[in-house]
């Protein structure tokens, strides 16, 4: 993208994770609380819980990193 | 009609929750989003056709990665690693991590140079309009209809896996596509490329990672294959986890194969054509900044493509491994005809192409399951954008402005690019229909784009080191070639015991037949080229001038330290390749 303050696509990746992130996030605490009648194989890893920090703190920081305020040209 | 009716008609594979539903639901909002933010940066040729040409290494090496990182390569060589075992991951590595470091080191100068807009571009400076005519127009007809024809594949994954109505999931992709690529050009695309890496790592991961936890690990995942392959009477069961050791002979590996058809069918020809001359490919690094970026892009395509396997052929293997019925019997899957049509599906049968699908519904809950959905079919979106906008560009370019109209200004070549990407997007639909009335055709086009790629090397790779080859030798060598290809494919189909010949073994199955006749018909084209180039009139050197080996002064790169240089990296690489050969031997 063009320098002077655009939007880089690391942002929209940042914004993606961050979105998904908290999505999965919250869902596997919904099911930690509530465990669903068929779980998963190895449910009991409680993968969306750890996935779903991982990618919306990879977002977050992206987000922050590539956000328009810091107007840093991602390409 | 009921909506709810019109939406799922089909039984499905997994059933989707709301949450599964907003992540996709965001993913299609973001995406046009995109197209529309990036819409006002697309004003002139350079803009729309090659982003610019502003894209940093990283940022073109992660497209050029993911232009080949459908969801179709993603499901088909998971399923070819639960049918053939880890012989698949050939075409990760030896099939593609040598081309790419040739195309980074070798050939990207020469493109950049050059500043062509397309590789018929390139033949057009070197041999003249004949080959790029013949080049640019199969390029141009071949990625259009196998845009339809992911079209349709991807409709029918989402109607097995979702059970989406066909029609609607060709409507919705086709139209999202044609907006974005349609407003933002090749920037678009690129940037949702690059977004569609990181959803599928983000998505698919966690399925080798629980696998091999539930295997026991790498040797609990062999001790279980080689444990079913030998109660299912499966012949010579270690051959699923040995990459080159039964490679002497062609039965002696599930493939049907021997190790000259990879090396020399595969390493060689077929990948070099692929990543070296597939316009698809090539156009994403071709918008990098400068030559430097030029050459990185690749290598860092490299880098990651060397990882894929992680993500693509482990849970084909783990599926052969893991995967029960309800009964707790081992799950044979069966090719995708019988299990796809109503007998099987009757008989609740899977194809191999759904073992990725059945993995991520083994492990993957509410959420997880969403964003594996959404990687899947971001990368079918990614795959049509590619392809739409490799056409939009080579019919505006080589075809329109070399043959119609060849003085079109700027603005009407943009003009005619947004307008052909809506026409590719409409035959891209109407393919797709064309494959639902009568799929052999599928097959058919399928085949058809194969014989275009290795003849398209030898006369690329000539022209770029022989300032011998002549415009005539290029012209012929190109056409001899793709002649010999589709003369062999159709001397197999009528007399199929001509196998023996055309890849030296009757056991040869499919894929050692396409590394054959690639490896032939590019002796063909390259012999073709030399013995007609050798009687004709070359170019005089002044013409040569930024297009040949020797004849091109390749610019000093800035002086920068070791770690940013593209030959450092390379050097990385190719060790790293090495050792996964040997690991994995």
Redesign the interface.
Known sequence: MKSGGSLSIWFFIGLSLLVNGALILGDGLYELANPPEHPVVLFQLHANIWWGAFLFLFGAFYCYRFGPRRGVNGH | MNLALFLLTENQLVHL?P?DL??IV??FA?VLA?GL??KN?ANTSDDFFLA?R???A??AGLAFLSANLGSLELMGWAGNAYKYGILAAHWYWVGAIPAMLFLALVMMPFYHICKTHSVPGYLKLRFGEGSRALSAISFAFMTVLMSGINMYAMAVVMRVVLGWNIHLSILVSSVTVAVYVALGGL?SA??NE??QF??IW?GAL?IPI?GL??AGGWNGLKARILQNLTEQHVANPGAYTHLWSTLGDFGNNPMGINWVGIVFGLGAVLSMGYWTTDFLVVQRVLAA?DLRSAKLAPIIGAAFKMMVPFIVILPGLLGLALLRDPAGHLLRLVPGDLAWSDLGRAQGLHGYDEVLPLML????????L??GI?ALIAGFMSGMAGNVSAFATVWTYDIYGALIDKDASDESKVRMGRWCTLLGVAVSIGTAYLVMQSQSIMDYVQQLFSFFIAPLFGTVLLGMMWKRATPAGGFWGLLAGTGSSVGMWAWVKVNPDAVKYVALSSRAQDQAQNMFRALWCWLICVLVTVLVSLVTKPKPDSELADLVYGLTPIPREERVSVFHRPIFWAVIVLIIFVILQIIFW
Do not use: D, H, N
């Open positions: 929750s949450v907003v992540i965001f993913y973001l995109i933010y990036l940066q610019g502003e894209m940093t990283w940022v920037r690129i940037f690059v977004l990181f959803l983000a966690l629980l936890i539930e900044k519904a083994r492990y993957c809950g509410p959420g997880l969403g964003l959404t």
